[in-house]
């Protein structure tokens, strides 16, 4: 029965002119089996191609190869989206099962100290040779926790289980170096009345992290810090403040023990541990559905047949493919230092922000910006992101010489750190492997790094400026200048400023490119 | 039993104005000796079957809901169950 015979085109036309909003703006037709124009952005027709193939519908209705194609494609893409962004719980999850299994510190008891430094034998994301690290981890399963960090202590912060910040402690902290007790509450916890001489912070999470940084000595020396922390650095349960049980310290210098999240299907099962763990609370609903849509949710085990496998298996090579082009490749402007991308300097906090919102929450959250971060490092907190002149901490990267080409452990590289580098505390260069993001390794060197306070041997240009050098092999004379690079194996280069000054901000000081000689 | 287009996810367009049968606003539907219904749907009514007939429009697919206002228990048990929807031919 054709409708145009029942309703002239005049009529429909009258109807529409009378009746209708800008809604109804599509063409003026009635298709067949309709009775009144309907606008054609809301048919679907019988056949639509698409990268994923050729979509058949009747009437609307997809047909079994239609829906299997469409509900592949959505699966495979919720489980990128798992890996990219809940990234930072698997990370900081290894860290704490490194901890845990690997070194074997129970948390709000042990601590682990790199008494001579981190070096290259920690699989650590981007970790330094430069600080005195102290790290720990607290559970507060069973009531609020009490830390107590020396005076001097350097920048230190406390981090949930998704790897977002709680607090700060240390130089950048509210004891603003003066050392203090800080008071952490988790999940459920009741403020205690009387909060007299405590900082006070909340968590979401059952585990934290804590990663506390002393600084060396004009020495270069680590012996001053680790001395502080082994006497002030203190964590024992808020219930047993009036006689708390003593911390072991753990020399954590030699032992090799991985804390990095997997990059191939085992990344799920790292993520389930923490979503089995922690309060859903943690996250928003929307993050958690994605997450359960592809099988993983709290109280639920997490069994995937061999296909749900296989795609997951997919999902996470297209993640890790994509995490790896944000990090080396930012396609943001604002994730390079400086104008036109000189030298490839880029930034871990593209934006400044440790939340990663963009124009202050109008765009939401910069999701590369966070997969940029945390495939690249640990530890969030303002005090890194901030401009604090004097305070934080800044860091420059590249994985590029001048010309653009990826850094090879087969050349040799130089680059000039100019005169008067606006750092208040220090500056270092450290070499890392692109494969894990930790510190390069080499028989030769186990610490892939310059530091102008450690390495005080290195030769000075007539004007201030230190030429570095990186290769297989120091040119003649360079020794003291050189890092030793791999070939056959690729390594990206941070420099670190800490205590950063404002030249740095102002960029009146600049870094040049890697040059290959 | 409201019948709706796949395409518009609206009510079906045919020559009944009203696609639907509704227990209170049909009352000439016709019931069974043992108290059910039958609905009939289809492009033409079979035969004495009018009243219990919804149009569908031949080169097109529709989907039905079934609505209950005042939902009672034996719903929610599944004492009370809905049967498939039968082909004639």
Redesign the interface.
Known sequence: ?SVITRFPSAVLSAVFLACSGSALHAADVVP?????P?PVD???PDTVKTRLGTFKY????PDDETMRKARRQVDLGRGVQTFLNFMPAASLEMLYVGHRDGYGLKPNRDIGLFDELMSAKSLWLTGNTDTVYASAFLDLSDGPIVVEVPPGTGPGTLNDAFFRFVVDMGGPGPDKGKGGKYLILGPGHQEPAATDGFFVARTPSIINWLILRGFLDDQGQPDTARESFKNGLKVYPYAMRANPQANSFKNLTDWTVNTIHANNFRFYEELNEVIQREPSEMFSPELLGMASAIGIQKGKPFAPNAEQKALLTESVAIGNATARSILFSPQDPKAYIYPAKAGYWQTGFPGGSHEYLVDKGNGGRDMDGRTLFFYLATVNTPAMALELPGVGSQYAFTSRDGTGAYLDGANTYKLTVPANVPARRFWSFVVYDPQTRSMLQSKESPYPSKNNKRNQDMVSNPDGSVDLYFGPKPPVGQEANWVKTVPGKGWFGIFRLYGPEQAWFDRAWTLGPIEQI | MVVYDPQTRSELQTGQLLPSKNSVRNQDMKTNADGSIDLYFGPKAPAGQEANWIETAPGKGWFAIFRLYGPLQPWFDKTWQLNDIQPLG
């Open positions: 029965m067949k089996g309709y009775n009144t309907i809301v048919l679907t009747f009437d609307g209705f």
